[in-house]
């Protein structure tokens, strides 16, 4: 089966015209979930001895599993954080997919190692890192999180003997910053958000003044919350950090790309000075998953966290080599970057500025309709392209039953999320084929 003859090329070039085709679709088809049984009825001797062969094989993934996937890239997918990749983007991933690349170590990818680090130099420049920062992409948000943190806690032990073992966010921070913590058996502290639910630097100041600074390695800070697309203060939260010497972290999975943007980037003021970045290119730099961009101010102290250590990797670790698996958890590697590189190269910078602040008008848009709408009210202003909303007077089953009926209907797939216990209506519009008519569509299904 390692050959390669007629039949071979035959599902290769069948396989490249389904690719083809998907990428061609305009607009793709929401299409959704199927139950076990279902799949069941029609999948389920998929794997057996002989094979089904490649025609069979295909048939069974464009005619049933492809339709149980939702398409993350459909213009009203608003739900979570969607992913709408450039079609050069996608297209790449199938190039990286053929070319057998070890995206772990120089010596063995240098090629595709230096174009990821042209794409990590563009996001360095974006939040005014020094040309000497570096790092890695890796799975997601939450590997690129739990990677900065176990460098910061390395470097904080290094520097002293004592063992701080503490981490400070606020609610706003993502899931996956609790789980680091776990992970690392580290304790999350909470800060209180101000008024206009940021963190800022006069309440992590009493939080680490109350709690013991010395106890504390990392803080967490968010540009773009998940929920609500809030940035917190930056620059009073970067001063507290300086103050007491703390790693300032900054986690932008979602929220990084506005950076690009330049109607916006004020608000990010500050984010120059963190020790430590992440952005998910899957979210709003339209790439496909999955893909995290991880950044270190001083990538020395990620590779002693990080380097794996074994006889059989010294060809590797004794070698000056830039390494990407020495910035994060993991050592076998995917070229993750190159499909967003790919992008990045063919359809230059300002395209990307341009589609981030195109999401950034649409979003401004769904505010002032939902504004002008009096069956509406807009919960919290929107920093980025996340606008949450509230149906007034909607039980959360309303919610509920107005999401399912959208999706049935693929009209659109929008499920509500919640803030203080209270059910509440969410749009997250990072895709630049979302059009005001689909946002004035949706909200009329409310009235
Ligand atoms: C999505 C998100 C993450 C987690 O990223 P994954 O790629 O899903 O692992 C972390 N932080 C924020 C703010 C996010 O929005």
Partial sequence: MHGFNDETKELGEAILKYAADRLALDPVPLDSPRTVAELDAVASGAISPEGLGGAAALDLFENQLALACLSIDHPRYLSFIPCAPTREAAMFDLVVGASS???????????????????LRWIADLVGLPATAGGSFVQGGTIGNLSALVAARAAARARNASRPFRVAATVGSHSSISSACDVMDAELVQVPVDEDMRLTGAALRKVLQDEGPESFFAVVATCGTTNFGIIDDLQSVADVCEEFGIWFHVDGAYGGAGLAAPSVREKYAGIER???????????????????????REPALARAAHTQHASYLDVLTDAPDWNPSDYSIGLTRRARGLPFWFSLVVNGTAAYTEAIEHTLEVTRFAESEVEA???LEVVRHADL???VFRRLGWSPEQYHAWSDKLLADQEAFVVPTSHDGETLARFAIVNPN?????????????A
């Fill in 434 to 446: 979302t059009t005001v008519d689909d946002i004035r569509a949706i909200l009329d299904t409310m």
């Fill in 101 to 119: 690349i070890y995206g772990g170590s120089w010596l063995e990818g240098a090629g595709a190692v230096y174009a990821e680090n042209q794409a």
């Fill in 274 to 296: 963190c020790n430590s970045f992440i952005v998910d290119p899957h979210k709003w730099l339209f790439a496909p998953f999955d893909c995290c961009a991880l950044l270190y």
């Fill in 373 to 375: 709408r009096d069956y």
């Fill in 385 to 387: 392209s996340v606008l």
